[in-house]
């Protein structure tokens, strides 16, 4: 194997080993007729917490076992209770406004690649999320710990601490750190459109969001004065970064965004451009369909100038059990020196129980210009509670 | 042209001319396949569809009145589905509250009277405006309707918004997520002469 072919065959394999995962919202609700992520998590670009009503969907109506559980009456604007409540409700009352989640994802994982195999047992999560929520105001903070990656030690990490305020009207904005609204928010952060696109498990900024809700439309724009990570690590990789995103509900069932994004040069990387759109649909309530295009316009130094097609597509064989299907492309039009890759996902998501999710991944990824394949296995417990 | 395309134009011209026909006679339409959607935009941004196909009724061109259409369109709100089975609870039990009975397990529409169509006639765009009983209030609609010919029948597409305080319905809300007052509903179905 030439040293190029490792080097790629290496960055497959660390592209799917990864480290932390957020957990995030789940593009494929659009079948249930969710079109916002806001319905169910506090944070207005998705992922992370559940808010009252998330909870509550997550045991009534995802898992398996839920359908019959106990639920507040309607017109109550309290906590869940039990199951669906932190800690299945251990605390009870304890915490008063305060809504906290508890987030780990032990894991096993099979890299196979020419040559050889790597297996990996790893905790992939384990962060503890809380916000405070009153009059329109959001506190929101993670807490918890980046496992040990490419030999570094494991450190403490917070992936998201922002506060935001959100008007009744429609009319939003948060600042702090987060990450910013772009595209659809694959929950798989090693997804193209997202590993390869700067919206990875840490490229969260520091910046300020404005939202605002017209009608059928959501418009975000989030102004960013650089990777959250590069003000800890890295000051000559701080840049300036602007990003917006616009999503036209066509139907319950039906999306369609827009998205751009610019990133000031650094010390190491050109400056940077994307334009993107996705279309999602869900012809049934049990099937969603969601495919995103991007074009990154500028030169870059991971993967040059290219354009990224990812495809998913849900489907809900039995209550509580989603197969998932996802072929995704990256390719830079034949330029020499870049790679084209080209991904096959298969994914069975099984949740037995509220905040329970049992994962089974398999990856094929190709690198057709080198012709070397990886094959990935990757199970999980993802435990939400 | 052959002889059979002359045959099949001659009798979509008859079949055309008898629908026409009957109208301008006072002819009674009874509704068949139907499905009544309604909008529901969430507080939280986006919306979802609840929708029932339990549509039944009877329209009759009024003799007195020559723009209007006399009987009904009924929608049982038993039935009503929004696609998870919770709200369905809440929408039926709570906010609309289809176990007080007559008044409640309903929504009817009746007073239909088109404006800028001919009655007699009444295919094309237009609009109506007519009286809604829902959640015991009767209050006045208004928006707009499309009418197709479709073979002897007529295809109706109508839509309109309501204002759920209008109603004395209560707020719907639930751990934070609610549905905003106005919502917007959209009535298609097929009419058949009875």
Known sequence: ?385 | MTHNLRRSLRVVLVVSLSVVGTLAAGGSWRVGQGEVSVKCPLTVGGSFDATTAALTGTLTTSTARPAALDGNLAVDLRTIDTGIALRNDHLREKYLEVDKGAGYDQAVLSEVVLQGLNVDAPLGKGSFTGSLMLHGVKKTVTGPVEIRQGGTAWRVRASFPVNLPDYNIEKPRYLGVGVRDTVQVSVTFIATQS
């Open chain 1, 1 to 385: 194997m030439t040293t190029t072919v490792r080097w790629n065959v290496l960055g497959l394999v660390l592209g799917i080993v990864g480290v932390a995962a957020s957990a995030s919202a789940e593009p494929m609700f659009l079948a249930k007729q969710y079109t916002r992520c806001t319905a169910c998590h506090y944070s207005p670009s998705g992922g992370g917490l559940l808010t009252p009503y998330g909870r509550l969907l997550s045991h009534r109506e995802l898992s398996t076992t839920g359908g019959n559980g106990a639920a507040p009456t309607a017109g109550e604007e309290d906590d869940p209770h039990g199951e669906q409540a932190f800690l299945y409700g251990a605390l009870g009352n304890a915490l008063g406004p305060v809504h906290l989640g508890l987030e780990m994802r032990p894991s096993h994982l099979r890299v196979n690649f020419p040559g050889g195999h790597q297996d990996q047992n790893l905790l992939m999560n384990l962060d503890l999320i809380g916000a405070v929520q009153k009059s329109g105001w959001t506190a929101y903070a993670t807490a918890g710990r980046e496992p040990a990656a490419h030999g570094e030690d494991v450190r403490f990490i917070s992936y998201e601490h922002w506060i935001g305020y959100q008007r009744d009207e429609g009319f939003g904005v948060r600042a702090g750190r987060f990450l910013p609204a772009y595209g659809v928010r694959w929950a798989d952060h090693t997804a193209f459109t997202r590993a390869f696109e700067d919206f990875d498990h840490a490229d969260q900024v520091y910046g300020v969001e404005v939202s605002d809700t017209m009608g059928p439309s959501l418009l975000q724009v989030t102004l960013g004065a650089g990777k959250a990570e590069e003000f800890r690590e890295d000051e000559g990789q701080r840049a300036f970064s602007l990003t917006g995103r616009w999503q036209l509900d066509l139907t319950p069932r039906t999306a369609l965004i827009g998205s751009a994004a610019y990133r000031h040069s650094t010390d190491l990387d050109p400056k940077s451009g994307l334009i993107g759109a996705a279309f999602g649909f869900a012809p049934t309530p049990r099937l969603s369909i969601w495919t995103q295009v991007d074009a990154s316009l500028q030169t870059r130094a991971r993967g040059g100038r290219s354009w990224v097609a990812v495809n998913e597509t849900s489907f809900e064989a039995y209550r509580g059990l989603w197969l998932k299907f996802s072929p995704q492309l990256k390719t830079s039009g034949g330029v020499p020196g870049f790679s084209e890759l080209r991904r096959l996902l298969f994914e069975a998501d099984l949740l037995p129980r509220t905040h329970w999710n049992v994962g089974v991944s398999y990856y094929h990824d190709h690198n057709h210009t080198f012709e070397v394949s990886t094959s990935t296995v990757l199970a999980q417990l993802h435990l939400y509670l």
